[in-house]
T-cell receptor, first 112, second 113 residues
């Protein structure tokens, strides 16, 4: 079974802090994704990566950056956290871009 | 409405009844997927239907796709309390900026014992 893990289930940070969210998948998938999920808005794609060191902006990339130095690891970075970035962050991976995505358990980030 | 929008937003049924959720989308797609999310957890893939397919089954799940109406439905038969979750449809979406993956806001299903 595909396993996608995220570094933290719950995280509390202060405004202005730099935040790293890490995601690791163990199935050699090419594609990895970062979403945020907010009530009533569903999942919104922040960034995705289709290969090591390659990244593409999703629908809401502002205020975020990503890093993919190794195939199995995709990091989401909040350079200067703000309260409107309080959300559930979900990472996913897939073998092919248009097909089944496998999700991690999510990180609930609160920015005070 | 946004690409990939589920209807209804919330649904409450008794155990044993069937649950039907709908998804509408705006642009042409390659495939449509349904996912389930238990409270506070990640999403789990349920079923994928390609644009050239009209119906697909998986256990108690039945998905239909009508590309002429740009809509899909997910039917859960003989529902159980364990089916209580949020259900999302997801579509691939191509625009001038490239290809993207879009989830709808979801349908919250409550199955009452």
């Amino acid at each position: 079974d595909v396993k996608v893990t995220q570094s933290s289930r719950y995280l509390v940070k202060r405004t202005g802090e730099k935040v790293f969210l890490e995601c690791v998948q163990d199935m050699d998938h090419e594609n990895m994704f970062w979403y945020r999920q907010d009530p009533g808005l569903g999942l919104r794609l922040i960034y995705f990566s289709y290969d090591v060191k390659m990244k593409e902006k999703g629908d809401i990339p502002e205020g975020y950056s990503v890093s993919r130095e190794k195939k199995e690891r995709f990091s989401l970075i909040l350079e200067s956290a703000s309260t409107n970035q309080t959300s559930m962050y979900l990472c996913a991976s897939s073998l092919s871009f248009l097909y089944t995505q496998y999700f991690g358990p999510g990180t609930r980030l609160t920015v005070l | 409405s946004q690409q990939g929008e589920e209807d209804p937003q919330a649904l409450s049924i008794q155990e044993g009844e069937n649950a039907t959720m709908n998804c509408s989308y705006k642009t042409s797609i390659n495939n449509l997927q349904w996912y389930r999310q238990n409270s506070g957890r990640g999403l789990v893939h349920l079923i994928l239907i390609r644009s050239n397919e009209r119906e697909k089954h998986s256990g108690r799940l039945r998905v239909t796709l009508d590309t002429s109406k740009k809509s899909s439905s997910l039917l859960i038969t003989a529902s159980r309390a364990a089916d209580t979750a949020s259900y999302f449809c997801a579509t691939d979406h191509r625009d001038n900026y490239g290809q993207n993956f879009v989830f709808g806001p979801g349908t919250r299903l409550s199955v009452l014992p």
